[in-house]
């Protein structure tokens, strides 16, 4: 007390106190004026009630979330009431996610300060909201529990994640267990996640759903390792297409359906017999723990096809197909699905040199053939697409007799003679001796050049080896036949003395003759 106050009466420092304490009052005679009445109350009443209201005061602290009550909305503000000695006001955009806001409603907020510059208390919803999830954030950051949040926007290496109204970063390795081809299908999802780091001074939130879904697998794989065996049969849902293949969920273990394992037929992609959703039934044919590789199978769970088909397909028989594979060396013909033969290019015209099969057949095309082998044990038919015809050759013998002269081209020349063509596809060989009479060939092209047209005799026919001997020089006369009513024994010629020698039948038939006379 100082020393002005000791010279004053008591019931001027009592005056004085008075007045101070419904100064601080005021306020809440402004808002309350049904419950306080400077007139009716006793000073005993007085000090009851500056009790209570400073005993509310002291419970309120700075930095804390406090209960308040709304008083009034405005155009942008909302008024609110902490139980202190002035409001606080709010603005309206921070009430977005209440649209049905009236006086009356209770709403947590954060104590800023106690007074502004102005005496007003400063509030903010939004910080208290941001507290109230950060602390939730925090404890389940700490106690390991896994959180719900929605896929808001993609961003570089990763998503922004909304976790109870506050942003959090998903990097693109910890969205999946593999890697997501397109994170916008993602978008809008809601999933559990679990924190994997946390800086409030940063409001930086990292999480992973890699680890709670790393966390099911390991649970389902264990028993799976348990359940899972070979040959069984199992219900899987198709999780993902690739070129060799499908990725099936078996209850969070995936395993692998080759697309040589769907069908006994040929297929050019997986999408043919699977799509992603697809529940189908496969069967287990491998499992490897260690590498994590489940082999199914989807074919297995159908009839061999191969099983009977010696029966099916008897040699002989013929039959018709689709052409769905070509080689340098023949044609591969689906019988039924599983089911090919091999039509071998020497196997597909009697009479044609087939440079390639793509010549003469084309992928989809259907065709028939004829069984000529079958081999069950190795998967094997072997096909003639010729053998569908009367082979030409067998009846060559009696259509060309010896000595049939015919009119042919000449398609080829060769060191010892020249390929006629006496028929499409049909070729007889003239050999060098059989091109003169009278000279001796030293190469063809001395007699015929190639598409020459030539008149050719029929020598010899072997049907069975496909060979036809032709003779250009039989289609005209002998002269050494004549030779002896010509030149008598005895008569004297002049002629040039090119080489000396006997007339005798050695002479007669060879390539290159010369009928030389002794000079007299």
């Given at each position: 007390?100082?020393t002005t106050?000791?010279?004053?009466?008591?019931?001027?420092?009592?005056r004085?106190?008075?007045?101070?304490?419904?100064?601080?009052?005021?306020?809440?005679?402004?808002?309350?004026?049904?419950?306080?009445?400077?007139?009716?109350?006793?000073?005993?009443?007085?000090?009851?009630?500056?009790e209570?209201?400073?005993?509310?005061?002291?419970?309120?602290?700075?930095?804390?979330?406090?209960?308040?009550?709304?008083?009034?909305i405005?155009?942008?503000?909302?008024?609110?009431?902490?139980?202190?000695?002035?409001e606080?006001?709010?603005?309206?955009?921070?009430?977005?996610?209440?649209?049905?806001?009236?006086?009356?409603?209770q709403?947590e907020?954060?104590?800023?300060?106690?007074?502004?510059?102005?005496?007003?208390?400063?509030?903010?919803?939004?910080?208290?909201?941001?507290?109230?999830?950060?602390?939730?954030?925090?404890?389940?950051?700490?106690?390991?529990?896994?959180?719900?949040?929605?896929?808001?926007?993609?961003?570089?290496?990763?998503?922004?994640?909304?976790?109870?109204?506050?942003?959090?970063?998903?990097?693109?390795s910890?969205?999946?267990?593999?890697?997501?081809?397109?994170i916008?299908?993602?978008?809008?999802?809601?999933?559990?996640?679990?924190?994997?780091?946390?800086?409030?001074?940063?409001?930086?939130?990292?999480?992973?759903?890699?680890v709670?879904?790393?966390?099911?697998?390991?649970?389902?794989?264990?028993?799976?390792?348990k359940?899972?065996?070979k040959?069984?049969?199992?219900?899987?849902?198709?999780?993902?297409?690739?070129?060799?293949?499908?990725?099936?969920?078996?209850?969070?273990?995936?395993?692998l359906?080759?697309?040589?394992?769907?069908?006994?037929?040929?297929?050019?992609?997986?999408?043919?017999?699977?799509?992603?959703?697809?529940?189908?039934?496969?069967?287990?044919?491998?499992i490897?723990?260690?590498?994590e590789r489940?082999?199914?199978?989807?074919?297995?769970?159908?009839?061999?096809?191969?099983?009977?088909?010696?029966?099916?397909?008897?040699?002989?028989t013929?039959?018709?197909?689709?052409?769905?594979?070509?080689?340098?060396?023949?044609?591969?013909?689906?019988?039924?699905?599983?089911?090919?033969?091999?039509?071998?290019?020497?196997?597909?015209?009697?009479?044609?040199?087939?440079r390639?099969?793509?010549?003469?057949?084309?992928?989809?095309?259907?065709?028939?053939?004829?069984?000529?082998?079958?081999?069950?044990?190795?998967?094997?038919?072997?096909?003639?697409?010729?053998?569908t015809?009367?082979?030409?050759?067998?009846?060559?013998?009696?259509?060309?007799?010896?000595?049939?002269?015919?009119?042919?081209?000449?398609?080829?020349?060769?060191?010892?003679g020249?390929?006629?063509?006496?028929?499409?596809?049909?070729?007889?060989?003239?050999?060098?001796?059989?091109?003169?009479?009278?000279?001796?060939?030293q190469?063809?092209?001395?007699?015929?050049?190639?598409?020459?047209?030539?008149?050719?005799?029929?020598?010899?026919?072997?049907?069975?080896?496909?060979?036809?001997?032709?003779?250009?020089?039989?289609?005209?006369e002998?002269?050494?036949?004549?030779?002896?009513?010509?030149?008598?024994?005895?008569?004297?010629?002049p002629?040039?003395?090119?080489?000396?020698?006997?007339?005798?039948?050695?002479?007669?038939g060879i390539?290159?003759?010369?009928f030389?006379?002794?000079?007299?």
């Open positions: 007390m100082s106050e000791e010279m004053l009466s008591p019931e001027l420092l009592a004085r106190k008075r007045d101070a304490q419904k100064a601080q009052l005021r306020p809440l005679a402004n808002r309350r004026p049904e419950l306080y009445d400077e007139a009716e109350l006793s000073s005993d009443e007085f000090e009851a009630m500056m209570m209201y400073n005993g509310t005061l002291a419970s309120i602290e700075e930095g804390e979330i406090v209960q308040s009550t709304v008083l009034e405005r155009e942008n503000l909302v008024v609110l009431d902490i139980g202190f000695k002035s606080g006001t709010i603005p309206l955009e921070e009430f977005k996610d209440m649209p049905d806001l009236k006086p009356g409603d709403v907020v954060l104590l800023e300060h106690l007074e502004d510059s102005e005496g007003s208390v400063v509030l903010s919803k939004k910080k208290a909201d941001f507290m109230r999830v950060w602390e939730r954030i925090r404890v389940a950051y700490e106690s390991d529990q896994p959180v719900e949040g929605t896929l808001v926007k993609k961003i570089k290496g990763g998503v922004v994640v909304d976790l109870m109204g506050v942003d959090a970063f998903l990097p693109g910890q969205i999946a267990l593999r890697r997501v081809p397109n916008d299908d993602l978008l809008g999802q809601k999933y559990e996640f679990k924190i994997i780091k946390l800086n409030k001074r940063r409001r930086n939130i990292v999480v992973s759903r890699r709670i879904l790393e966390t099911e697998r390991a649970g389902k794989r264990e028993k799976l390792m359940e899972l065996q040959d069984q049969v199992r219900k899987g849902v198709v999780k993902n297409i690739t070129d060799f293949g499908a990725f099936i969920d078996l209850g969070g273990v995936d395993g359906l080759h697309i040589t394992d769907m069908s006994w037929g040929r297929i050019s992609h997986p999408s043919e017999m699977v799509q992603i959703g697809l529940e189908l039934e496969i069967k287990v044919l491998d490897d723990w260690e590498r489940i082999s199914l199978g989807l074919k297995q769970l159908q009839s061999y096809p191969w099983k009977d088909v010696a029966a099916k397909y008897p040699v002989g013929r039959v018709s197909g689709k052409v769905v594979s070509i080689t340098n060396y023949g044609a591969f013909i689906e019988l039924e699905p599983g089911v090919e033969g091999l039509v071998h290019i020497s196997e597909m015209s009697w009479t044609r040199n087939v390639h099969p793509s010549k003469l057949v084309s992928i989809g095309e259907s065709i028939e053939a004829v069984v000529l082998k079958v081999d069950p044990n190795e998967e094997k038919i072997s096909l003639g697409m010729k053998q015809e009367q082979d030409p050759w067998m009846v060559l013998p009696m259509k060309y007799p010896v000595g049939t002269r015919l009119a042919g081209k000449v398609r080829n020349l060769t060191s010892f020249a390929f006629v063509e006496i028929e499409p596809g049909i070729d007889g060989l003239i050999h060098i001796s059989d091109m003169s009479w009278t000279k001796r060939v190469h063809p092209s001395e007699v015929v050049k190639k598409g020459d047209d030539v008149n050719v005799v029929i020598l010899n026919i072997d049907a069975e080896n496909k060979r036809i001997s032709l003779g250009l020089k039989q289609a005209e002998d002269p050494w036949l004549k030779i002896g009513e010509t030149y008598p024994v005895g008569t004297e010629l002629g040039k003395d090119r080489k000396s020698t006997r007339l005798n039948s050695s002479h007669l390539s290159y003759a010369v030389c006379l002794k000079k007299k």
